[in-house]
Nanobody, 128 residues
Framework: EVQLQASGGGLVQTGGSLRLSCAVSGFTLDDFAIGWFRQAPGKEREGVSCISSSGSGSRPYYTDSVKGRFTISRDNAKNSVILLMNSLKPEDTGVYYC???????????????????WGQGTQVTGLQ
C-alpha cells in the first residue's frame, strides 16, 4: 500500500525556518517524482517544489516565489523527501501536501493532476 506522511509544519515568525518531511512507503522512492504543494485559504493548490525521479535526473524545481529560500532533497536511507524552508514569509502560509507521481514528465512536475498519491498535509503558518 502506497502511503505518504507529511510532517514538520508549525507556526513561525517572518524570517524563520521549517523543515518539512514526507515519509513514504509502499514504493521505491527513486522511481517517482515527489512534489510539495500548498493550498492557502480560498486559493488553488499550487506546486511549491518538486523533484523528478532518479531516471529523470532527480532535478529539483521551485516556484519563483520560493527560489533561493526553499531546498528540496531526497533521503533514500530514510525513504523520505525533505523540504527545507528558510526566510519564511506570511505568504508562505498554507497546508503543505506531499505527493508522488510515476512517469511525470518535467513540464508537468508542478501540475497536481500529475500525481496519483497524496499525503494528508501539514499546516505552515508564517506570522507577521
Amino acid at each position: 500500500e502506497v502511503q505518504l506522511q507529511a510532517s514538520g509544519g508549525g507556526l513561525v515568525q517572518t524570517g524563520g525556518s521549517l523543515r518539512l518531511s514526507c515519509a513514504v512507503s509502499g514504493f521505491t522512492l527513486d522511481d517517482f517524482a515527489i512534489g510539495w504543494f500548498r493550498q492557502a485559504p480560498g486559493k488553488e493548490r499550487e506546486g511549491v517544489s518538486c523533484i523528478s525521479s532518479s531516471g529523470s535526473g532527480s532535478r529539483p524545481y521551485y516556484t519563483d516565489s520560493v527560489k533561493g529560500r526553499f531546498t528540496i532533497s531526497r533521503d533514500n536511507a530514510k525513504n523520505s523527501v525533505i523540504l527545507l524552508m528558510n526566510s519564511l514569509k506570511p505568504e508562505d502560509t498554507g497546508v503543505y501536501y506531499c505527493a508522488a507521481g510515476f512517469g511525470v514528465i518535467t513540464s508537468a512536475l508542478t501540475n497536481p493532476h500529475s500525481y496519483s498519491y497524496w499525503g494528508q498535509g501539514t499546516q505552515v503558518t508564517g506570522l507577521q
